[in-house]
């Protein structure tokens, strides 16, 4: 179940509500969908670190973690968590391989459908090709400095686990700001990305298992 939650966990601004304070809604959704599809083509590799805050509505404070990410087109993305644990993931094509302490663990996305699914959706966010993804309806607002993308899950394995999924991306080089992922019962969590090198060359062994 962990290697699952956590596996939901990347899949993620501060949680906001319809409509988003400071935004306005993108007004030709179908001109910027085709504008943002160019742009984040031109976007091939991302190395950040990040922080993630998961907020439980049974506990005060927040469970702040913080880590390391990289990402690689079309399919390449390693997440490792550095404090206050230590878990890595990989997911390399539909293959995924988890570090969690001594314990190791390989999954093939194929063989369970929503794994496939939250895998897909990993990259999505990531790559820019959220519009594309059929489990959701997305809508797009911006304000000067980013666009905040909304997906409302449409499919009912999907509708279990989220309520809503909030991606900021910056305007300057549309990459992913952050991603903020709401459960049905109002808990979070949101991962922010900061220190972005965009388009810089990650060897093959970043994500390889070692």
Not at 38 to 48: D, E, H, L, P, Y
Not at 81 to 100: S, T
Not at 184 to 204: A, M, R
Request: overall charge positive; some cysteine; charged content about 25%.
């Amino acid at each position: 179940m962990r290697k699952l939650i956590v596996f939901i966990l990347i899949i993620t601004t501060f949680t906001v509500h319809a409509q988003y304070k400071g935004y306005t809604q993108v007004p030709d959704l179908a001109s910027f969908k085709s504008g943002f599809t160019a742009k984040s083509t031109q976007v091939n590799s991302i190395r950040a670190e990040f922080t993630q805050e998961k907020n439980l509505s049974l506990l005060a404070e927040k469970i702040v973690s913080k880590g390391k990410f990289w990402f690689r087109k079309e399919t390449l993305v390693r997440m490792e968590y550095q404090h206050p644990f230590q878990y890595l993931m990989i997911i390399n094509g539909k293959n995924i391989y988890i570090k969690d302490g001594q314990k190791e663990n390989k999954v093939s996305a194929r063989s369970n459908k929503l794994f496939q699914k939250i895998n897909q959706l990993t990259i999505d966010c990531v790559q820019g090709t959220v519009f594309n993804n059929p489990d959701f309806n997305v809508k797009a607002f911006e304000n000067k400095t980013q666009f905040l993308v909304e997906m409302l899950p449409v499919a009912r394995d999907m509708q279990e686990f989220f309520s809503t999924i909030l991606v900021t991306i910056d305007r300057k080089d549309y990459s992913v700001a952050s991603i903020n992922m709401i459960e049905k019962g109002g808990d979070n969590t949101l991962i922010s990305f900061y220190n972005k090198e965009i388009n810089q060359v990650i060897p093959d062994a970043v994500f390889q298992q070692k």
